[in-house]
């Protein structure tokens, strides 16, 4: 059974920060490319961030220069460093994994979500 669990969202002043977290746990033999979701009311879910095992890393238009994202291989932790927040960045964030279980199965594992809200 694998799991990922997200912490760190909040409520935010709009230029402000937050930092996201997301640990997987249960029985991974590796994780590929972890990335960060998001789904703002009445839109579609979009890809804000991914980073490769390698640490290649690529970001949607509307977040670069202000969002960074990391990963800790050992830990299977992947983090968002969300800086100059706007109230646009206003969504439900969700860390998805693409990963190979301990019984070598390939799948895509999603986390729980985890609100960020700016307003000031």
């Known amino acids: 059974q694998v799991q990922l669990v997200e912490s760190g969202g909040g409520l935010v002043q709009p230029g402000g920060s937050l930092r996201l977290s997301c640990a997987a746990s249960g029985s991974i033999y590796s994780i590929n490319t972890m990335a960060w979701y998001r789904q703002a009311p009445e839109k579609q879910r979009e890809l804000v961030a991914a980073i490769t095992r390698g640490g290649s890393t690529n970001y949607v238009g509307s977040v670069k220069g202000r969002f960074t994202i990391s990963r800790d291989n050992a830990k299977n932790t992947v983090y968002l460093q969300m800086d100059s927040l706007k109230p646009e960045d206003t969504a439900v964030y969700y860390c998805?994994?693409?990963?190979?279980?301990?019984?070598?199965?390939?799948?895509?594992?999603w986390g729980q979500g985890t609100q960020v809200t700016v307003s000031s």
């Open positions: 998805n994994a693409d990963l190979i279980t301990g019984l070598l199965q390939q799948g895509a594992y």
